[in-house]
């Protein structure tokens, strides 16, 4: 199975700062089927991108994604105070999907 | 609206089975695939595998092989995910999930406990 390891754990940033996080695949992930969720504590995971850089419904465009093969890249262009959260990239071009473990944006 | 509404919070002892339902609505049933994750308290997201509904074809992770099944009844639009043998480590949040084929619509989520 593909593993995804993300980078760094935790990025401690502030509003109005610009956030990139990592993902790197053990694996091509085939046709940059990749995507990123956030998840708030006691929620469910929101969908932001998909198809390694398409944004999804009602995602506000500072969210872009970008890479292809084994290395993508979640940026926030400009962070709110909502976006503080963890992020999630999931591969699912494989037969058996895989999550990272997760980067967790903090104040 | 696409909506994800699963069964409540379970307690269930070591070697026990759980099952787990999810009614969909806003959407025809039959057009996506059905998902289930789960996630430990603290821990991160882990993909258990999918049906799709219009078969019955289902595709599980690696490291549920055996223990769970997942199931599907088109009549009422409702995904069914099963795991037996219980383990303390199973104590966690199931959610179901659908999309096109991205996890694009989440149910609320199903805490089961293991717990003796």
């Known amino acids: 199975e593909i593993v995804l390891t993300q980078s760094p754990g935790t990025l401690p940033l502030s509003p109005g700062e610009r956030a990139t996080l990592s993902c790197r695949a053990s694996q091509s992930v085939s046709n940059s089927y990749l995507a990123w969720y956030q998840q708030k504590l006691g929620q469910a995971p929101r969908l932001l991108i998909y198809?390694?850089?398409r944004r999804a419904t009602g995602i506000p465009d500072r969210f872009s994604g970008s890479g292809s093969g084994t290395d993508f890249t979640l940026t926030i262009g400009r962070l709110e105070p909502e976006d503080f959260a963890v992020y999630y990239c999931?591969?699912?071009?494989?037969?058996?999907?895989?999550f990272g473990q997760g980067t967790k944006v903090e104040i | 609206q696409v909506q994800l509404v699963q069964s409540g919070a379970e307690v269930e002892n070591p070697g026990a089975s759980v099952k787990v339902s999810c009614k969909a609505s806003g959407y025809t049933f039959t057009d996506y695939y059905m998902h289930w994750v789960r996630q430990a308290p603290g821990q991160g997201l882990e993909w258990m595998g999918w049906i799709n509904p219009n078969s019955g074809d289902t595709n599980d992770a690696h490291l549920f092989r055996g223990r769970v099944t997942i199931t599907r009844d088109t009549s009422i639009s409702t995904a069914y995910m099963e795991l037996r043998r219980l383990r303390f480590d199973d104590t966690a949040v199931y959610y179901c999930?659908?999309?096109?084929?991205?996890?694009?619509?989440w149910g609320q989520g199903t805490l089961v406990t293991v717990s003796s």
């Open positions: 999931q591969q699912y071009g494989s037969s058996q999907w895989t």
């Open positions: 198809g390694a850089s």
């Open positions: 999930a659908t999309g096109d084929p991205h996890l694009e619509y």
